[in-house]
């Protein structure tokens, strides 16, 4: 029941559909949300990881390819408990790969409402770490669209083509 009030927190959450821990601290977000309510906001702030593969460098774990991120999401299974099918960088043979497609499918999500955005990129998310699908393909995404129960489909692709949803 929402009080009409403004949330005592917000927490302002960078994310991107293809990130491991972020899929990894779902089920505290949840729990944050299930405990707090209405006194808690949370903004998600899509921040595209990957721009493109070719240029990209993660120090903090030293990858550099589509390769190195398998091991690294394996870790993140084993150390979180969440299922991650890591064998999706076995599949991503574009030296290019970019995460921000999938990015842009979730803001076009947003511009519907926050609750659709955040159920998209439920979805989303979890169709790239634990089912192996390549979420940064349009048709990919069209599909997980049918799966979000009241996102108008025909508006989110004219957002998506159109440009309105800029990662």
């Not at 972020?22 to 707090?36: G, H, N, Q, S």
């Not at 398998?70 to 991503?92: F, N, Y």
Request: glycine share 4%; charged share 30%.
């Amino acid at each position: 029941m929402s009080t009409g009030t403004a949330p005592l927190a917000e927490v302002e959450y960078f994310t991107d559909p293809y990130c491991s821990w972020c899929w990894a601290t779902e089920p505290v977000l949840y729990r944050l949300r299930e405990t707090y309510r209405d006194s808690l906001r949370i903004r998600y702030v899509m921040d595209g990881l990957v721009r493109d593969m070719a240029d990209f460098y993660d120090g903090l774990n030293d990858i550099r390819t589509a390769a190195q991120v398998a091991p690294h999401w394996r870790d993140v299974s084993r150390r979180s408990g969440q299922p991650i099918d890591e064998r999706l960088w076995e599949d991503i043979t574009d030296p290019h790969f970019s995460t921000w497609p999938a990015c842009i499918a979730v803001k076009a999500a947003q511009l519907q409402g926050q609750t659709l955005g955040e159920r998209f990129l439920r979805q989303i998310r979890r169709a790239a770490l634990a089912e192996r699908r390549f979420v940064s393909d349009l048709e990919v995404q069209k599909e997980i669209v049918l799966d979000v129960p009241d996102l108008d489909a025909e508006r989110w692709l004219e957002d998506v083509e159109g440009g309105r949803a800029p990662c």
